[in-house]
């Protein structure tokens, strides 16, 4: 997704804002420039590809000295990727500069209008339409072209917004995309994400939906959607710059999988009280309104979608509440039976996905109770939502998701738990195995890291496939989904997921020699159920992997190859099978040469639809 950075202050803003671009990488895009502002001219540079690449123009094109400026990281939705089409957008005057993040959902009538106008485009871009109506409208006074131009857009975007006129200053807007101000001495900054301004400062400005600010060198206000000034609270950030960057590792990805029993520890020890009592932050869903929900949905996309699953098994078995797990992408667009007995379990590591946040929107207008479980604290899905959990996962920083869906998992396991308990679902004892099990889960996913080398050793034998399917029941079919998606999202390698039981309902046809099945029979009550589905793949010429429990009656022998990690409550296997998938995913991906934490067409936040 597109990313925004802004500086104002003493330093050069050129290397300040192309270390901020360097930081907001991992988003994802395809072109990036930067606007810097200098005796009352603005210079823009922009270049299609690497962050590198727009450096070394910049090297040669750039010989100024400016200390206020805007860049961007462009992730095309409107217009090819190119010099042209990267942001900054500047307008037909000379006098703004743009960058934006998001839509213009009415640009193509607001073009069509400033072209009858005699105002002609230089790109194909929404944002440039911005830029032109900040320069129609302005009247010198910044507030007042920014509120009437803001009338007359529509859309999800985020600004920043450079004057020629202004040299003393930066605006920026917030319109349901993200957007946070970095507070520094005698300095401030604008950035999409805090990744970015980290290196300079950890205290921010998170504005909300319809806010927008002016950035001085040392002040910032900030309006509200009238245009009043309103006060906002300074969050500190309690995690530093080494936390975002890759720490020896050669991939975030890899680095990610390896904090993930730190990251679990510290979602869960903090919500653990006396007697195993599970404290919930800022939660408000009492006994009465638990009772009174007759289904639950699990709305989200993707791998937290996945997360959903898992969610689905186990709020169901311990609360005996209906759950349905719903894409968020699906849910919106069709007339779900949702009132205020409706609870919407909204799962996402951003907060900000379009789809989710959309599901999240059409889910409260019927009337239903959201409680979301976000990673990024702030966002905006858990500013929308009636009680938030979060996971403390710190900074995901690679596409691929793997601590955000662990400390997910955790999170839906808590909350499970604390429901059950309250509505007096689950004997104590059950209760008390579970949150042993929960407790255990940091040490064993260690076990299993240590794991590494063997499944390193079996990735170098399957760094050709062409095709995978990944199978298991209940349970261990939520993770197959999981593990099919890790491994052709990272390595390009075509993979399916199914439910064991729905191989013989068509799939099975397309085993033939060699063919690559991996059985996930970590259930120890579908284990030999699961063995058939092998014997049978197997038997049709499959080469069969499976991922078993050092608990399992008879450890794989009708497989191929076979993983064999420890075992716990059945509930919380997902949590431990899940990681030697991620592995494999991941080595597999690394022995292809794939760029694994930017994998090709893929976005970390998938802030538009
Ligand atoms: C896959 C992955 C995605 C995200 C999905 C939802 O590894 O990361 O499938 O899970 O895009 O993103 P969030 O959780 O930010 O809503």
Redesign the pocket.
């Known amino acids: 997704m597109c990313g925004i950075v802004g500086y104002i202050g003493s330093q050069d803003v050129a290397p300040v804002l192309l270390n901020g671009l360097e930081k907001l990488e991992y988003r994802g895009y395809d072109s990036a420039g930067i606007s810097a502002l200098e005796n009352g001219e603005i210079t823009t540079i922009k270049s299609k590809g690497k962050i590198s690449d727009l450096r070394k123009k910049v090297k040669f094109e750039y010989e100024g000295h400016a200390e206020i400026g805007i860049g961007h990281t462009r992730w095309a939705t409107h217009g090819k990727p190119s010099d042209v089409n990267s942001h900054p957008h500047m307008s037909y005057d000379g006098k703004f500069s743009v960058v934006h993040n998001g839509i213009i959902e009415n640009f193509v009538t607001l073009k069509q209008d400033l072209k009858n106008e005699g105002i002609s485009f230089a790109s194909d871009t929404d944002t440039e339409v911005v830029a032109h109506l900040l320069a129609k409208y302005y009247n010198g006074d910044m507030k007042q072209t920014i509120l009437k131009v803001l009338s007359k857009i529509e859309g999800a975007y985020s600004l920043g917004i450079l004057c020629a006129d202004k040299p003393e200053e930066i605006w920026a807007v917030r319109n349901a995309s993200p957007l946070i101000i970095g507070l520094g001495a005698d300095e401030n900054f604008l950035a999409s994400d805090i990744t970015a301004v980290l290196k300079y400062t950890k205290n921010i400005y998170q504005l909300n939906d319809g806010e927008f600010a002016c950035l001085k060198k040392n002040s910032v206000q900030v309006f509200n959607p009238a245009g009043e000034p309103i006060e906002k609270e300074v969050v500190a950030i309690t995690w530093n710059v080494e936390a975002a960057e890759k720490g020896g590792y050669e991939h975030f990805m890899l680095k990610e999988i390896m904090e993930e029993p730190e990251a679990i520890r510290k979602t869960v020890s903090p919500r653990l009280g006396e007697n195993n009592e599970i404290i919930l932050d800022d939660f408000t869903l009492t006994k009465e309104k638990l009772e009174s929900f007759k289904k639950i949905y699990i709305l ?7 997360v959903g699953m898992v969610g689905k098994y186990v709020i169901e078995e311990l609360t005996r509440i209906p759950v349905e797990c719903d894409l968020a992408s699906e849910f919106r667009y069709r007339n779900p039976v949702v009132d205020e007995n409706t609870l919407a379990i909204v ?7 379009a789809d ?1 946040l959309a599901a999240l929107r059409e889910a409260k207008s019927r009337g239903a109770r959201v409680l979301s479980i976000v ?2 604290v702030g966002s905006t ?1 858990a500013n929308e939502s009636d009680d938030v959990i979060y996971t403390w996962a710190g900074p995901e920083i690679a ?4 601590k ?2 662990s400390t ?1 998992l955790t999170i839906i396991y808590l909350f499970a738990l604390y429901a059950a308990k309250l509505m007096d679902k689950i004997a104590p004892e059950e209760y008390d195995a579970i949150i042993a099990a929960i407790q255990k889960l940091p040490e064993q996913i260690e076990q299993i890291l240590q794991m590494k080398d063997e499944i390193k050793a079996l990735a170098s034998r399957y760094a050709f496939l062409e095709h995978a399917y990944f199978i298991g029941r209940n349970l261990d079919y939520a993770v197959a989904l999981e593990a099919s ?2 491994l052709k ?1 990272i390595s390009y390698i075509h993979s399916e997921a199914y439910a064991a039981g729905e191989l013989k309902h068509g799939t099975i046809s397309l085993i033939e020699d060699d063919t690559f099945v991996c059985a996930l029979c970590c259930c120890e009550r579908l284990y030999d159920k699961t063995m058939n589905s092998i014997k049978e793949v197997a038997a049709r010429g499959a080469e069969t992997l499976a991922v078993l429990t050092d608990n399992s009656p008879n450890p794989g022998e009708e497989c191929d190859f076979k993983l064999v990690i420890p075992s716990t409550h059945e509930l919380v296997m997902p949590s431990l099978e899940v990681i030697p998938m991620q592995l494999l995913g991941y080595y597999i991906a690394l022995a292809r040469r794939c760029d694994i934490d930017k994998p090709r067409n ?1 976005a ?3 802030t538009v639809e």
Do not use: D, F, P, R
Not at 300 to 306: F, Q, R
Not at 347 to 353: D, F, L, N, V
Not at 399 to 402: L, Y
């Open positions: 989200a996309c993707g791998s937290a979608w996945h799962i996402s590591q951003s907060g900000e996905t989710t990673n990024v899905i596409v691929a998701t793997t955000a869906y997910q998606l890790k999202e893929l970390k936040s998938v």
